[in-house]
Every structure is written in structure tokens, then in C-alpha cells.
């Protein structure tokens, strides 16, 4: 089956460390993208990457990093710089990035605790 | 600038009753629009979506939203509602990227 997998479901990061999360298509989609959701406030975007090698800047990515050295992948850093980093990650895929006229495709989550 | 409003948080209703989640937007350009369900700790999944063509668009499991360009809304409604519909709404409009609103929270009373 086509989809998108999120790994780990469930992160736990200490104060001051650097995490991954994990984001992988199969779907053959050009563009990916990493939302945060927060009680009461959305999906906001972090970054979005409409082709293998790009990557652009959404509305918080302060305190993330990304990647896109494959069409498959686009794991997500929360570095050490974010200082509320505890939500709810969500990565989405759609055909092709430009005019969203198209399904985006969710994968499960992963839902990262600072301890 | 463009946003997507939804003005109720949270809408309890009972069984078998009728339900509308409101969704409002703004935009100066043309935006195709979108309604997706999420059910908790897991991802969204489109429900229906607006692109272009009849106004009424419907979903498999009974919800309709209707496009409504002079009122800028894109309201969801469903006539009877079941337990099974528990879960978020985020409405969502598109444009050169996805704006999605802020959810409304369905809860079905039994």
C-alpha cells in the first residue's frame, strides 16, 4: 500500500538534545512537507520542499532543520534552538508542489515530549 | 493575505441530529478548498474537497460542504450525525500552499 510512514510515533527528548523525526513516501509524490500542531492553533508549516535537493522555509522554522537528499525522504531536526518543542509533528506529501489544487497525504504523526 | 477561519472550536450535538462546522476565507486570489477529519493521535484524511465546478460537493459518509464565493465560506454539514463522526475538522484553503484553519472539534452525544 501507497502512503506516507512517520517514525517514531512516540519521542521523548531531553532539554538541550538534538532530535530526528522521520519521514518516508512511497507515493512518488515531488513535494513533502512538515506541519506542528498545537491545541487550538492548526497545522502551522515548519518547511516544505517541492523537489529532491530544495527545501524552503515555512511560517516557524526557527529551531529546525530539514533534508531532502532523496525523493522518498524528508526527516525532520528539532534542534536544541527550538525552546517549545513539544507537539505533534505531522509530514504530508502532494504530486507536485506549486498550486495546491490536489490531496495532501498525511502520514500517523509523531508526538515529540521534552522531559 | 489569506486565511482560513473556523469560529467554533468545539460543537457538541447528539445522535442522529443535524450539524454545520463553519469555515470562512479570505484570499485575493483564487484558492481551492478543502475539508480533512482527524481522529486522535493519527494524521488528517481528506473528507471532500472544492476545485471547481458545482458548488455542492459531498463526501462518501454522508457530509456535503457548499462553496459559497460572495460569503467567502465553505460550511460543513452533515443531516444526521453518528458517534463514529467524533473527531476533528480542519478546513483548509489552497493556494500556492495549504492555509488550514484552526479545527472544530465534533463530539456526538449519545
Known amino acids: 500500500d501507497g502512503g506516507i510512514t512517520q517514525s517514531p510515533k512516540y519521542l521523548f527528548r531531553k532539554e538541550g538534545q538534538n532530535v530526528t523525526l522521520s519521514c518516508e513516501q512511497n507515493l512518488n509524490h515531488d513535494a513533502m512537507y512538515w506541519y506542528r500542531q498545537d491545541p487550538g492553533q492548526g497545522l502551522r508549516l515548519i518547511y516544505y520542499s517541492q523537489i529532491v535537493n530544495d527545501f524552503q522555509k515555512g511560517d516557524i522554522a526557527e529551531g529546525y532543520s530539514v533534508s531532502r537528499e532523496k525523493k522518498e525522504s524528508f526527516p525532520l531536526t528539532v534542534t536544541s534552538a527550538q525552546k517549545n518543542p513539544t507537539a505533534f509533528y505531522l509530514c504530508?506529501?502532494?504530486?507536485?508542489?506549486?498550486?495546491?489544487?490536489?490531496?495532501?497525504?498525511f502520514g500517523q504523526g509523531t508526538r515529540l515530549t521534552v522531559v | 493575505a489569506q486565511s482560513v477561519t473556523q469560529l467554533d472550536s468545539q460543537v457538541p450535538v447528539f445522535e442522529e441530529a443535524p450539524v454545520e462546522l463553519r469555515c470562512n476565507y479570505s484570499s485575493s486570489v483564487s484558492v481551492y478548498l478543502f475539508w480533512y477529519v482527524q481522529y486522535p493521535n493519527q494524521g488528517l484524511q481528506l473528507l471532500l474537497k472544492?476545485?471547481?465546478?458545482?458548488?455542492l460537493v459531498e463526501s462518501i459518509n454522508g457530509f456535503e460542504a457548499e462553496f459559497n464565493k460572495s460569503q467567502t465560506s465553505f460550511h460543513l454539514r452533515k443531516p444526521s450525525v453518528h458517534i463514529s463522526d467524533t473527531a476533528e475538522y480542519f478546513c483548509a484553503a489552497g493556494t500556492y500552499k495549504y492555509i488550514f484553519g484552526t479545527g472544530t472539534r465534533l463530539k456526538v452525544l449519545a
Open positions: 504530508a506529501s502532494t504530486p507536485q508542489g506549486g498550486e495546491m489544487n490536489t490531496e495532501a497525504f
Open positions: 472544492y476545485l471547481s465546478g458545482s458548488t
